[in-house]
């Protein structure tokens, strides 16, 4: 069967997951905005890749967009965040927020974490983590803004092991490779 990774990515978390789970996968991995109509259509099956930013994924309006043209696929979604595995409630919330309620039933979802560099980030980002650092000091609520990169490529495994079952390959057809 035939499956595409489709990733939209700002500062690189979510695209070096994508590069992962290309190699590991051995099928092409495709940047949102440079995706044709003929690739998705001709994919038996499809991983989604986007980050999530102030509650919303990054990818958010273009799977509003190709609803039709994913509802008869089976989907794997894989967002990168922030937000901690054990907040499991505001993880969903996630994908009820984001993710078409007509694909929802055929989509398999993963939360990877990711990172966030200071220096590397947009001023209207710089801008934002500030404000929303404030507004929880204000209302009494710890926010940790400090500086972390959890992107790893050991986080894919469970990924990589889902669509293995799904595809009938064999364990040894997907491999992560040793760094």
Same mark, same amino acid.
């Given at each position: 069967?035939? &499956? %595409?990774? %489709?990733?939209?990515? *700002?500062?690189?978390?979510?695209? $070096?997951?994508?590069?992962?789970?290309?190699?590991?996968?051995?099928?092409?991995?495709?940047?949102?905005?440079?995706?044709? @109509?003929?690739?998705?259509?001709?994919?038996?099956?499809?991983?989604? &890749?986007?980050? %999530?930013?102030? &509650? *919303?994924?990054?990818? @958010?309006?273009?799977?509003? @967009?190709? =609803?039709?043209?994913?509802? &008869?696929? $089976?989907?794997?979604?894989?967002?990168?965040?922030?937000?901690?595995?054990? *907040?499991? =409630? *505001?993880?969903?919330?996630?994908? @009820?927020l984001n993710v078409p309620p007509g694909i929802r039933s055929n989509c398999r979802c993963f939360f990877f974490p990711g990172k966030i560099i200071y220096r590397q980030l947009s001023l209207a980002d710089k801008m934002k983590v500030k404000t929303g650092s404030l507004l929880a000091r204000l209302m009494h609520k710890k926010l940790d803004v400090s500086e972390f990169n959890n992107v790893d490529e050991a986080h894919i495994q469970e990924l990589v092991q889902d669509i293995a079952r799904f595809t009938g390959a064999s364990g040894g057809k997907f491999m992560i490779q040793a760094s």
């Open positions: 069967m035939k &499956g %595409i990774i %489709i990733y939209r990515s *700002k500062y690189g978390a979510t695209s $070096q997951y994508a590069a992962w789970l290309s190699a590991a996968l051995n099928i092409p991995a495709v940047a949102q905005q440079q995706l044709s @109509r003929d690739q998705l259509a001709s994919a038996g099956y499809v991983i989604l &890749g986007s980050p %999530i930013y102030m &509650g *919303k994924l990054l990818m @958010r309006k273009w799977l509003q @967009r190709q =609803e039709a043209a994913l509802a &008869g696929k $089976q989907l794997f979604l894989y967002l990168v965040t922030a937000t901690k595995p054990d *907040k499991v =409630e *505001k993880l969903q919330g996630y994908i @009820r």
